[in-house]
């Protein structure tokens, strides 16, 4: 988890430097980035929304999975790993807002959020996966 984490908090600060450099025109383009830029909004947003109706299908989850005595850890791991998987579709807003803007928005956009998306995803499925050092 210290690897999502890491990758998580860096492709936060790049996208908060890509909208403070200018890159990123107007209104905010993702919404983890509209709640760092307003966090008043948290109440209406889309990702709070998500976040609930998943903790809440973990909390049957698991609630049925200890009434039938059966393994509990992939109802826990699996609705964390969506939660995960959406920050990365966020990110991915944000590259395909950058790379549209100019060439030069292309270029910098592939070579610092293409692989950090990469990186974060494969942090992912390492951490979902149970393999991460």
């Known amino acids: ?22 890159m990123i025109s107007g209104t905010a383009t993702s919404t983890l980035l509209d709640l760092m830029l307003n966090p008043s909004n948290i109440e209406t947003s889309n990702m709070v929304l998500k ?30 790993t969506a939660i995960l998987l959406s920050f990365g579709w966020d ?10 803007t100019s060439t030069i928005g292309a270029v910098i956009g592939g070579m610092i959020f293409g692989p950090m998306l990469l990186m974060y995803t494969i942090s992912v499925v390492e951490w ?6």
């Open 1 to 22: 988890m210290g690897k999502v984490v890491k990758w998580l908090g860096l492709m936060g600060g790049v996208t908060l430097l890509f909208y403070l450099g200018g």
């Open 51 to 80: 976040i609930t109706s998943i903790s809440i299908l973990v909390i049957s989850a698991v609630s049925t999975f200890v009434t039938r005595n059966q393994n509990s850890d992939f109802a826990l791991i699996f609705p964390i």
């Open 91 to 100: 990110f991915l807003t944000v590259f395909m807002a950058i790379r549209q």
């Open 128 to 133: 979902w996966r149970g393999i991460e050092a």
